[in-house]
Structures are given as C-alpha cells and as structure tokens.
C-alpha cells in the first residue's frame, strides 16, 4: 500500500493529481498499490519514528511523502538520520538504491532525543538481515557514532551541513575513537553513502556488482559525451 501524506495547507484532492507519478515509482514493486491520504507533518514524523516496515519514501519537491508498505521484501540497506529536515538531502541516498533495485528501510532516529530507540534499532538491525546502515545528522552529529558502537553492521555516516558550514557534523562523524569505524562521506553526500553501501554489498552479490558495472561504465559514458561537447568550444587560443 501506498500513503500519502500532505503538508496542512494541501487538500487532498490536490494529490490525487500525484498518483500517476506514484504508480511510476513503484511500477516495479509487487505491492498492491492503493492509494490513502493523511495530513500533517505531525503524523508522518511519528509514523517514521515507529515504521520500521516502511520500503520506500520518497520527497517530491512540494514536500509530499510516499510510503509503501509493500510485503515480502526484507530491507537489505537502513537508512537512518537525526531529523526529517534532513530528507531532502538523503532524498538522495534513497534514489540511488531505488536505481540499484536494493530493498531498504528509512527511518528519522536521534541518540539525543530518541536515545532508547536508537539503542532498539541498533542492538536489533543485525538480527533483521540488515548488511549496511547509513546514518545521517547534522550539528552535533553523534547518531552515527552511537549506532557503530552497539553493532558489527557497517555504518556509513553522512555529515549534514545544518549549521558552522557543515564542520561540526563532519568532525563528529569523521573522528572516532579506535574500534568504532564510521565510514564518512562527504557533506551533504547521500548520493555517495548509497553507492558505497551497495559496492559493500555487491562483494558477495554478483547480480548486484554486475549493476554496479553497469552504473559505473554510465558515469564513463557521461565524461566521453562532455569532452564531446568541449571539443565544440571554439577560442582562437584553445589547442583542442
Ligand atoms: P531539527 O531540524 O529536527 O531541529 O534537527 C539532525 O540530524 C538535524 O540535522 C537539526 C539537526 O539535528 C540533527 N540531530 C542530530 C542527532 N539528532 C538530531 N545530530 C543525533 O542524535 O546525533
């Protein structure tokens, strides 16, 4: 199934208009598709904090939420982070896995304001059949931190740029102590800590390191086609 969940100001009939879009993100999916409607930051927030069956969520650019609860298909990637303010940049993270076919789970946890669910998370994510877990936070960034220390899942930590131009979470993601490895991507880098979280998965998944393959020769077609363009600029002075 489908949610959808509206800001205050949307009527819902406002969404309907939507559903086309919802049905082409999930026309892979073997969910019986059917669409609800719900209204109010509120309640979505709080149906992250207890869902850990949601599959997909995906942030469309007027604030929509889609979440499918969709049977059968066990998370494989969890991505957690501090706050929903932090969606629209891991917004990121989930596209990528979504492109790589990964089934994963994304969830708003915080050790500072949610420190017992953390610690449930955590201490359970391994047993759940969970390989990679990929933490995002901002400011005083010890989400991910806390996660690596009460699991042996690999955690990839995403610094979110929420105040002192991103150093203060980047610091405190990068700089753990011996024995508690975060892998820190860069600020803002969702993009990045899904690609790593699959590359961690595909060394015993060949199906998944042959997409992996594929994704990579993609990005190698891209700078062949702007070298192409380039080569259209013309300065008297340019050799090439
Ligand atoms: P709000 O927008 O909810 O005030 O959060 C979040 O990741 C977010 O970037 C502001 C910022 O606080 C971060 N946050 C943490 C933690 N919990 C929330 N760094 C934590 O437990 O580390």
Redesign the pocket.
Known sequence: MVEIFTSKKKSPDADSSSQGMIQKCFYKSSANIKFSFRRGKKKWHQALLNGYDIEYIVILEDCKLYRTMTQGLMPKVSII??????LPVMSGAAEILNQLEIPFEMNA???????EE?EKFAKGAHARGIKVIIA?????????G?IAAMTPIPVIGVP?K??LEGWD?IL?ILQMPPGIPVATVALNGSRNSAILAAQMIATGDEALMAKLIAFKNELKSKIVEANNELAQVKYPFKTN
């Open positions: 982070m501090g706050s929903t303010s932090d946890l915080s050790a500072h304001r949610t420190p953390v995002a936070a901002g400011m005083a960034a010890h989400l991910p806390v979110i929420a105040s979470s405190a």
